[in-house]
């Protein structure tokens, strides 16, 4: 017994995992997951929007300030702003360059001023996330405000999606010289420095574990299938802990 105590000890430790917690991917091919930006400038007003966004959260609804853990993953490549030719430009090594940065992501690492640290079915939770953001090969610390929903499942809920269901919605600014990019004098005026970016999603856990390291550990609940957060394709050679889906690549 005090070996096993002390071995669900050291995997804890290991993984950095709340073993409580509910690991909710979202639905990269529903369109309606997405994030967007908009750049407010003198001359022109631009709004850019990227559907189908990848995302994963790993948190307990009975205190979501244990140690949640959660990855947000924008195609850049898929913005459109709606004039072909400006998304060109947008995606072209003098702006956001896709094709050596081809996403923008946040990670999560805490949540912090919780308006209540459980999640109670159908009620709103407003809260700040702490993590980092990277875009165009720069990662900053931030604090995004946010708004977390839980959905027990229920008939209504089944016609989105099976499972209990999490939507959270964010919203941010950033100064994109803080990432590197530069505005083209051509461009001046148009483009402001400041940009508003907005995620929203929802996310099942149906497909999810409650005990997302467990199935690592030296039960095997999965049959040696290491895929506690239920990604379909998941490149477990490519992971620095393939119990932490949510987490950073080293």
Request: aromatic share 6%.
């Amino acid at each position: 017994m005090k070996n096993k105590l002390n071995a669900m000890v050291l995997l804890t430790v290991l993984f950095g995992a709340n073993l409580f917690a509910q690991t909710f991917p979202a639905d990269s091919k529903d369109g309606r997951n997405q994030a967007s930006f908009i750049s407010d400038a003198p001359f022109e007003k631009i709004v850019g929007l990227s559907s189908g966004l990848d995302a994963m959260v790993m948190i307990n609804k009975d205190d979501i300030t244990a140690k949640p853990m959660g990855k947000v993953k924008v195609s850049i490549e898929n913005i459109k702003t709606g004039i072909d030719l400006r998304d060109e430009h947008l995606r072209s090594e003098n702006w956001l360059n896709a094709g050596k940065f081809p996403y923008a992501e946040f990670h999560l690492m805490g949540i912090k001023n919780a308006s209540s640290n459980k999640l109670e079915d159908g009620q709103r939770v407003k809260a700040e996330l702490i993590g980092t953001f990277s875009v165009h090969g720069v990662t900053k610390d931030i604090e995004v405000p946010a708004t977390l929903t839980y959905f027990k499942e229920s008939a209504r809920t089944k016609m989105k999606a099976p499972g209990n269901l999490l939507v959270a919605n964010a919203e941010f600014n950033i100064n994109l010289s803080d990432f590197g990019i530069k505005i083209p004098s051509m461009v001046m005026g148009k483009v402001n420095e400041e940009v508003k970016i907005t995620a929203n999603f929802v996310a099942s856990d149906a497909n999810g574990s409650m005990n997302p390291c467990n199935p690592c550990g030296p039960n095997k609940m999965m049959k040696g299938k290491c895929n506690p957060c239920g990604m379909k394709k998941m490149d477990h050679k490519k992971m620095a802990n393939p119990c932490n889906p949510c987490a950073p690549k080293k």
